[in-house]
Each structure stands twice: as structure tokens, then as C-alpha cells.
């Protein structure tokens, strides 16, 4: 099934699970990364990371375009998938590393 134009997939991941989100990206990078000479097809993984009611799913793939680490948010019905290609792994990793230090950031800035 492929989005209308205009349309964009996306993942929620709540604030608490971002540590977990950047350790499991980061375990995948490590296990998959650009160095394994595997072929694609013997390269099929799943992780999964429980947070909260939500279920996130990582897998590693590859097509005749190459390798993919494919990441589903599931939760009851709803199901929401990325693909992140293997090129960009370790800028997607930076981000998400950059995402957790801002919240981190915003925690200690909060007073109670």
C-alpha cells in the first residue's frame, strides 16, 4: 500500500522509551552495519522494545536496492511503519541521539 502524495508515515515514541529507542538503533547499527558481508536475504532480523502499550519492531532487510532497517510502531490495531535506508543509518541514529539530549535538556530544566 503506498501514501497519497502528500502523506506521511510516522512513529510516536514516548519520551521515557527514547534511551531505549536510541539503544536498540544503535544494537542494530552495530549488528548490521556496513561492514557485515552478509547477504541480504541472511541478514533478516527482528528486535523488539516494549513501551508502555506499544510494541517497536526492528527489522533488517534488503532488496535488489539494498539494505533497510524497517521500524513498526504497533499498538492494538494501529500499525505505522519507516524505512530507513542503510546509508542514512548512522545520521537516523545522530538524530534520534540529538532528540533524546534535548528532552534530557528540557527534564532538567523543568522545577517541581
Known amino acids: 500500500m503506498s501514501l497519497p502524495n502528500h502523506e506521511r508515515s510516522q512513529i510516536v515514541i514516548p519520551a521515557h522509551g ?3 529507542i536510541r539503544d536498540a538503533l544503535t544494537d542494530m547499527l552495530n549488528e548490521h552495519g556496513k561492514d557485515d ?3 541480504a536475504a541472511d541478514s533478516e532480523r527482528r528486535q523488539t522494545l516494549t513501551v508502555d502499550n ?3 519492531h526492528f527489522d533488517v532487510g534488503g532488496n535488489p536496492r539494498g539494505t533497510f532497517l524497517r521500524i513498526s510502531e504497533v499498538s492494538g490495531s494501529f500499525r ?3 524505512t530507513v535506508p542503510e546509508e542514512i543509518w548512522d545520521r537516523f541514529v545522530a538524530s534520534v541521539e540529538e532528540a533524546t539530549e534535548q528532552k ?3 527534564d532538567d530544566s523543568i522545577t517541581v
Open 104 to 106: 534530557d535538556d528540557q
Open 18 to 20: 527514547m534511551i531505549d
Open 54 to 56: 506499544k510494541n517497536f
Open 37 to 39: 558481508k552478509q547477504d
Open 80 to 82: 505505522a511503519t519507516i
